[in-house]
């Protein structure tokens, strides 16, 4: 073997051995960004487990003080809108489709009267559908599953946080104190709603029918409301892994 071919072999060898450092250099990097990674995603995931927890403990407690605030209206109106009970029938779903919108009122309130846009009061109110069965109300119910024996009426709502157009159109007119019956087409419900993935009687496309009690606005019902929703927010983001 001549002395060219010695000088070639050596360099290769030096050439080889440089790779070599530079492989292994590199996998131990790679190594450690992974293991950083880790670390990061690691402590990210406590830190909104930790967040969501917080979170959740604020909503529970002001819950319970919106709740506790809103017993005097319990004790005040439950035995009067009690008696509404008596309304819930069965009704036509094509005729309530057909007519857009109608109301009657079944005791005229002696307050202010409310008008287009207006949402500036609290209610408690009876929603059912087409055969009878109610879908949602303002009552506790003894059996909630099957929505009997109501023993007393919840937080009120505040129609500040969006009500359904037929709602809104359905109260313009109405003296607060007063109870009024809406009947409410599908198209001024929930019909083209096609993100609702629980639609009140099970379609989008059925009319609804209410009993709202409408009443003066009550400043600490309305800020406790506010501030329940204020947290509800940040849980849902939280729950996105977003840190407000």
Same mark, same amino acid.
């Not at 492989?23 to 992974?34: C, E, H, K, V």
């Not at 009500?163 to 809406?182: H, T």
């Not at 083209?192 to 993935?197: D, L, R, Y």
């Given at each position: 073997m001549d002395e060219k071919s010695l000088k070639a072999n050596w360099w290769q060898r030096v050439i080889i051995l440089i790779i070599a450092i530079l492989?292994?250099?590199?996998?131990?990097?790679?190594?450690?960004?992974?293991v950083m990674s880790g670390n990061k995603n690691t402590s990210s995931s406590s830190n909104q487990e930790e967040l969501i927890a917080e979170l959740t403990e604020s909503y529970d407690a002001k819950k319970a003080e919106l709740e506790e605030a809103a017993k005097p209206f319990s004790d005040k109106y439950f035995t009067d809108f009690l008696k509404y009970?008596?309304?819930?029938?069965?009704?036509?779903?094509?005729?309530?489709?057909?007519?857009?919108?109608?109301? +009657?009122?079944?005791?005229?309130?002696?307050?202010?009267?409310?008008?287009?846009?207006?949402?500036?009061?609290?209610?408690?109110?009876?929603?059912?559908?087409?055969?009878?069965s109610v879908f949602d109300s303002s009552f506790n119910y003894a059996n909630e599953t099957e929505k009997t024996n109501p023993t007393?009426?919840?937080?009120?709502?505040?129609?500040?946080?969006?009500?359904?157009?037929?709602?809104?159109?359905?109260?313009?007119?109405?003296?607060?104190?007063?109870?009024?019956?809406?009947?409410?087409?599908?198209?001024?419900?929930?019909?083209?709603? +096609?993100?609702?993935?629980?639609?009140p009687c099970g379609s989008t496309d059925t009319p609804l029918k209410f009993i709202v009690f409408a009443f003066e606005r009550d400043e600490t019902i309305s800020r406790l409301n506010s501030e329940l929703n204020e947290i509800f927010n940040k849980l849902i983001y939280a729950y996105y892994g977003n840190v407000l």
């Open positions: 492989l292994l250099g590199s996998t131990i990097f790679a190594y450690m960004f992974i009970n008596s309304q819930i029938k069965s009704y036509n779903s094509a005729a309530a489709n057909a007519a857009g919108i109608e109301t +009657t009122d079944l005791k005229t309130g002696t307050g202010k009267t409310l008008a287009e846009g207006d949402t500036d009061y609290l209610a408690y109110y009876i929603g059912w559908c087409p055969d009878g007393s009426l919840t937080v009120p709502l505040d129609p500040s946080a969006g009500m359904i157009e037929g709602w809104n159109q359905g109260v313009i007119g109405m003296k607060l104190g007063g109870v009024r019956q809406l009947t409410i087409s599908k198209d001024l419900a929930y019909a083209g709603n +096609t993100e609702m993935q629980n639609p």
